[in-house]
């Protein structure tokens, strides 16, 4: 069955201290791997998409990268205002090569960035 | 604003009534999607619609879950005669088409049931 991990559970990091978020799927065929950020009360906000191997997209102090086991969400010098729930998630191809419009989402990593 | 519009953003009922939850998706949106988020759980699918075509149900529910999503108007996800375990966040996302496209979500309908 497609599944999801996402790790850690929760991390805390002090302004400024850069770390990386790690998302490992299995999926009988990949067709596009997605990171959220979401707020308490609030639903998922996308960040990015990432469709094959070796893939990387960044925005702001966040960069996503993508092989062919896991994602990983780095933040470089992240602010209090990056504390949120990260979720990753995928989609898989389905038979005949077409594509499950389904996302298999992890349960998330909970950061706080304290000042 | 052009996002994903829910509504109500909370509902309340008694066991055994019905809820309905209503998601408009974004312009220029025909793919509909709805997940179900418990307390402590991760996002879980439940139904993929286009305008007047059920197009994966496979993780809704057999019994008390239906969904449309008609060719005028929002999609309607409906729960008759609610139990206690339905109390969840209930997210609506959309996209533009087919394939691998990002799908955008509402800020959710938080259900509880008395």
């Known amino acids: 069955e497609d599944q999801v991990t996402q790790s850690p559970e929760a991390l805390r990091l002090q302004e400024g201290e850069s770390s990386s978020l790690n998302c490992s799927y299995t999926v009988s065929g990949l067709r596009g791997l997605f990171w959220y950020r979401q707020d308490p009360g609030k639903g998922p906000e996308f960040l990015f998409t990432l469709y094959s191997a070796g893939e990387e997209k960044e925005k702001e102090r966040l960069k996503a990268t993508l092989t062919k086991k896991e994602s990983f969400l780095h933040i470089t010098a992240p602010k209090p205002e990056d504390s949120a729930t990260y979720l990753c998630a995928v989609q898989a191809r389905g038979d005949r090569g077409s594509t499950l419009g389904r996302l298999y989402f992890g349960r998330g990593t909970q950061l706080t960035v304290w000042p | ?114």
């Open chain 2, 1 to 114: 604003n052009a996002g994903v519009m829910q509504n109500p953003r909370h509902l309340v009922r008694r066991r055994g009534q019905e809820a309905r939850l209503r998601c408009s998706p974004m312009k220029g949106h025909s793919h509909v999607y709805w997940y179900r988020q418990l307390p402590e759980e991760g996002l879980k699918f439940m139904v993929y619609l286009q305008k007047e075509n059920i197009i994966d149900e496979s993780g809704m529910p057999k019994e008390r879950f239906s969904a449309e999503f008609p060719k005028e108007g929002p999609s309607i996800l409906r729960i008759q005669q609610v139990v206690r375990g339905d109390s969840a966040a209930y997210f609506c996302a959309s996209s533009p088409g087919y394939g691998n496209q990002p799908q955008h979500f509402g800020d959710g309908t938080r259900l509880s049931i008395l």
